[in-house]
């Protein structure tokens, strides 16, 4: 599987992006997929999880309420809705696909998207 991120940008605070990550592969609907992101001198972290069918969501306390994750199986492309963003959202975002389980451990991924990079301005 390979993962292609975009629609990345800077952004005020308060407004929104929608980033999206498209897959190649005829097997994308039974994969969990999942964003993290990755701040400047920090460690990736967890954002947001969808299981194969959309059905189920998990998110990070930090974007609950402001962030949806949301899939299209037949576009082979998975979402993330960004509102009410705040400076402290600025990261390299990265999409990922995992066979197995659905966790928010990065280890369980097993395919990585290369990331797009989301600046919000205070």
């Known amino acids: 599987v390979q993962l292609q991120a975009s629609g990345g940008g800077l952004v005020q605070a308060g407004g929104s992006l929608r980033l999206s990550c498209a897959a190649s592969g005829r097997t994308f609907s039974t994969y969990v997929m999942g964003w993290f992101r990755q701040a400047p001198g920090t460690e990736r972290e967890f954002v947001a999880a969808?299981?194969?069918?959309?059905?189920?969501?998990y998110y990070s306390d930090s974007v609950k309420g402001r962030f949806t994750i949301s899939r299209d199986n037949a576009k082979n492309t998975v979402y993330l809705q960004m509102n009410s963003l705040k400076p402290e959202d600025t990261a390299v975002y990265y999409c990922a696909a995992q066979r197995y389980g659905f966790s928010r451990t990065q280890a369980s991924y097993d395919y990585w998207g290369q990331g797009t990079l989301v600046t919000v301005s205070s």
């Open positions: 969808i299981s194969p069918s959309g059905s189920k969501t």
